[in-house]
């Protein structure tokens, strides 16, 4: 079964939408902690969660302990949960090879984020894994992406037009990246390529809405994941950080149900 059948799956099982982010902020976690503290967030939104994204820089920063709270953290997800490796990799040749060989041969990922921007020679070699997926980075959702991802281009497309008509055609395993903080570029995306399976971060402490995602982008079990992380996994500081995170996670997975059914 491919990636986004295997996703769709799980969303359509639990009626989720939710993408949790396992991203642990060394301010708030120790290195000796984060393994911990993910079980524990595991363990409370993996009843609303259509899959999981870490972001492999929170734990390459703390070395090799933090690669190891890695593994120990993927081995706690549930084998029936997608998992997304957010790394972003960009490179050609023989160095995209290793990365694409390292994220789904040793991480074991579902699929990975990657950045397109430098053509099919970024990308050909995670498509290489062929029940595996990518998404490539689109309109991100950081407030400078405008810079040069809406540049226009000669053919009067802006650039990050360009890259989702150009990346969803290289393979059927391509999804794209599009921010929550820009919900008319998101709503843009879908109608250019309204197949296309969208991970959509940015919602929650990056201030984009869950209505404003399923107005622009829809409510489609694989087509569409809402990543949140701080606002799940630090919904809480105390000792009832567990129980916050699973009921940050169950509301997110809430208001997009009730979005799509405003929108029904």
Same mark, same amino acid.
């Given at each position: 079964?491919?990636?986004?059948?295997?996703?769709?799956?799980?969303?359509?099982?639990?009626?989720? !939408?939710?993408?949790?982010?396992?991203?642990?902020?060394?301010?708030?976690?120790?290195?000796?902690?984060?393994?911990?503290?993910?079980?524990?967030?595991?363990?409370?939104?993996?009843?609303?969660?259509?899959?999981?994204?870490?972001?492999?820089?929170?734990?390459?920063?703390?070395?090799?302990?933090?690669?190891?709270?890695?593994?120990?953290?993927?081995?706690?997800?549930?084998?029936?949960?997608?998992?997304?490796?957010?790394?972003?990799?960009?490179?050609?040749?023989?160095?995209?090879?290793?990365?694409?060989?390292?994220?789904?041969?040793?991480?074991?990922?579902?699929?990975?984020?990657?950045?397109?921007?430098?053509?099919?020679?970024?990308?050909?070699?995670?498509?290489?894994?062929?029940?595996?997926?990518?998404?490539?980075?689109?309109?991100?959702?950081?407030?400078?992406?405008?810079?040069?991802?809406?540049?226009?281009?000669?053919?009067?497309?802006?650039?990050?037009?360009?890259?989702?008509?150009?990346?969803?055609?290289?393979?059927?395993?391509?999804?794209?990246?599009?921010?929550?903080?820009?919900?008319?570029?998101?709503?843009?995306?879908?109608? !250019?390529?309204?197949?296309?399976?969208?991970?959509?971060?940015?919602?929650?402490?990056?201030?984009?809405?869950?209505?404003?995602?399923?107005?622009?982008?829809?409510?489609?079990?694989?087509?569409?994941?809402?990543?949140?992380?701080?606002?799940?996994?630090?919904?809480?500081?105390?000792?009832?950080?567990?129980?916050?995170?699973?009921?940050?996670?169950?509301?997110?997975?809430?208001?997009?149900?009730?979005?799509?059914?405003?929108?029904?």
């Amino acid at each position: 079964m491919t990636f986004f059948a295997e996703l769709e799956r799980r969303s359509r099982e639990v009626d989720s !939408l939710v993408c949790v982010g396992l991203d642990p902020d060394y301010k708030k976690t120790p290195v000796d902690q984060i393994a911990a503290f993910n079980k524990a967030i595991i363990a409370a939104t993996a009843p609303y969660a259509a899959c999981y994204k870490p972001n492999i820089a929170f734990y390459e920063q703390h070395g090799l302990p933090g690669l190891r709270a890695l593994e120990e953290t993927l081995a706690a997800i549930p084998a029936d949960i997608p998992v997304i490796g957010d790394v972003k990799r960009g490179d050609m040749g023989n160095t995209a090879e290793a990365y694409a060989r390292a994220m789904f041969e040793q991480w074991k990922f579902g699929a990975v984020t990657v950045n397109g921007y430098q053509g099919l020679d970024a990308v050909a070699p995670f498509l290489a894994y062929q029940d595996h997926a990518v998404y490539v980075l689109c309109r991100t959702s950081n407030p400078s992406s405008r810079e040069f991802q809406e540049r226009r281009l000669e053919n009067g497309k802006m650039l990050y037009q360009e890259m989702a008509l150009t990346a969803t055609g290289w393979s059927a395993n391509v999804g794209l990246v599009v921010g929550a903080t820009a919900p008319s570029e998101l709503r843009d995306v879908r109608s !250019l390529v309204p197949a296309a399976p969208l991970l959509v971060p940015g919602v929650g402490t990056q201030g984009g809405k869950p209505d404003d995602v399923v107005l622009n982008a829809g409510y489609d079990y694989g087509k569409l994941v809402v990543n949140a992380s701080r606002s799940i996994i630090y919904a809480s500081t105390g000792a009832d950080f567990a129980e916050a995170a699973g009921k940050a996670a169950r509301d997110l997975r809430d208001e997009l149900r009730a979005a799509a059914a405003a929108r029904a």
